[in-house]
């Protein structure tokens, strides 16, 4: 038997979980990225079947970020580049808010700092699924390997001025 639990956090409470992001995001210079993005990787997979379902579908948004900033095709602008891995920081560090191993509870405070990061980044990540998808059809119908991002947004401003 399963049932929903809903709740409601009051703008006092998103500060406070933005307030503990910000903190992660001043250490994050002292961090090697591609170090920070392996362990994201790896926190990932670790727990992503071992982890209630609310939790996995959250996760699949944080690898989405981290592919963000590995596809070399999308040549990611250095501004989504830097917020993305101001973002990623937090999950940087396994003794966070709740800790990791306390079955169950120990990532409702991932879940929820991925909803904060994915609210934040929702463009960009739309902009990347919008162009994954281009790059998909246009590989195809072009029979190229490679779609760029600047291919993607010329195709988009040509849609625009016709």
Not at 113 to 142: P, Q, T
Request: include cysteine; hydrophobic fraction near 40%; charge should be negative.
């Amino acid at each position: 038997m399963s049932f929903d639990i809903t709740f409601n956090l009051k703008d006092s409470d998103l500060e406070y979980f933005r307030d503990v992001m910000r903190k992660a995001q001043t250490g994050v210079a002292n961090i090697d990225e591609q170090h920070m993005l392996d362990n994201v990787r790896q926190l990932v997979s670790k727990i992503e079947t071992d982890v209630p379902e609310f939790v996995a579908q959250r996760l699949k948004k944080l690898e989405l970020l981290v592919t963000m900033i590995e596809d070399a095709e999308w040549n990611i602008p250095t501004e989504s580049h830097q917020d993305i891995v101001s973002a990623l920081a937090y999950f940087n560090n396994p003794e966070d808010l709740i800790p990791d191993h306390i079955p169950v509870l120990g990532f409702l405070d991932d879940a929820i700092m991925i909803e904060l990061v994915v609210a934040e980044l929702k463009d960009d990540m739309d902009d990347y699924s919008e162009f994954c998808s281009y790059r998909d059809r246009e590989g195809v119908r072009k029979d190229r390997d490679t779609i760029t991002r600047d291919e993607w947004l010329a195709d988009k401003r040509s849609a625009l001025h016709s």
